[in-house]
């Protein structure tokens, strides 16, 4: 069983920063990508940054510059310091990641997400 557990949601006024962690635990052989995705209410889920496959990273338009993906291997956990904060960034943060739980034969990369964290934005 592999658990993603997101931590660091809060509210913040305009301008502020948070930084969000998303910790993999479990049964957990290989990491193949893992990152942070929202939602708004009334809109669908975007991604924010992530780490791909091959170990670069990806940005919305929105964020860059003002939000920094980094990882801790070590610990299988990724965060996300987001500053200078904008109320339109009010959503609910998942953490995503491309894991596989048990090495070859049974190598096979599944998908996960976590419960979700709320970051509110006051204007």
């Known amino acids: 069983q592999v658990q993603l557990v997101e931590s660091g949601g809060d509210l913040v006024q305009a301008g502020g920063s948070l930084r969000l962690s998303c910790a993999a635990s479990?049964?957990?052989?290989?990491?193949?990508?893992m990152g942070w995705y929202r939602q708004a209410p009334g809109k669908q889920r975007e991604l924010v940054a992530t780490?791909?496959?091959?170990?670069?990273?990806n940005y919305a338009d929105s964020v860059k510059g003002r939000f920094t993906i980094s990882r801790d291997n070590a610990k299988n956990t990724v965060y996300l310091q987001m500053n200078s904060l904008k109320p339109e960034d009010t959503a609910v943060y998942y953490c995503?990641?491309?894991?596989?739980?048990?090495?070859?034969?049974?190598?096979?990369?599944?998908?996960?997400w976590g419960q979700g964290t709320q970051v509110t934005v006051s204007s």
């Open positions: 479990g049964n957990i052989f290989s990491i193949n990508a």
């Open positions: 780490f791909t496959s091959g170990g670069s990273t």
């Open positions: 995503n990641a491309s894991i596989a739980p048990s090495g070859p034969p049974s190598l096979l990369y599944l998908n996960y």
